[in-house]
Structures are given as C-alpha cells and as structure tokens.
C-alpha cells in the first residue's frame, strides 16, 4: 500500500497513492492510519487525489476509521475526490459522516 503521511501544523494528512482503494488492501490501509489516530491525531485529511476507483468494503473501512476518530472526539475529512470516488461516497451517504473538499488548502483551513 502506497501511503504517505505528512503534517500540517496539528493536522494529519494520510495520502493514498494508488489508483484503485479495494479490499485486497484495506488491512493494510486500516492498520496505517489506525497507527496516526493511536499516535493521538483529533484531526485527520484523507487525500484520495490519485484514486479513481473505491469499491464497498472501502467505504465500510473509511466509516470504521470515523467511528476510531468519532470515539476520540477527532474530525476527518476527504480532499481530492475525483468524480467516480464521489459518486460512490455520495451514494453510499459517506459525506454524511465527514466533510469533503475539493482543494487542500480550503480543507486545512476547515479544521
């Protein structure tokens, strides 16, 4: 899993560098950002920029880690989402549990 994580001030940004998020690597997925949110992250911006496709089990695994946040009183947040990813976030009534944002800088500034 290509995953890049970077802060920003008491922000934590999770990039996801592939093309496809699908179950055969959710563990893997899972088990980074949980590592973020036990380091003590309360605000997370998950950057899905360069994923043009994300399937069911993908979404579950995103409202596992909300849940993970929610429980900590953190906030996460999507940026990047390319048309076909929202559409499935939208469909599915992900962007009922966490903000998206088109461009970083207006998503960092959110928090």
């Known amino acids: 899993m ?11 940004i999770v990039r996801v560098g592939e093309e496809r998020l699908v ?14 949110i036990e380091g003590g992250a309360k605000k ?9 496709y994300i399937d069911s089990a993908s ?9 993970s946040m929610a429980e ?4 996460i947040k999507l940026v990047g989402l390319q048309e076909r990813v929202e559409t499935m ?15 970083e800088s207006t998503a960092l500034e959110s928090f």
């Open 2 to 12: 290509n995953l890049r994580i970077e802060s920003h001030d008491d922000i934590k």
């Open 23 to 36: 179950y055969a690597m959710l563990s893997s997925f899972f088990s980074e950002v949980s590592a973020v």
């Open 44 to 52: 997370l911006l998950i950057d899905l920029t360069e994923v043009n």
């Open 59 to 67: 979404v579950g695994c995103l409202m596992d880690i909300h849940r």
């Open 72 to 75: 900590g009183s953190g906030k």
């Open 89 to 103: 976030v939208t469909m599915t009534g992900l962007h009922n549990f966490m903000e998206i944002f088109r461009d």
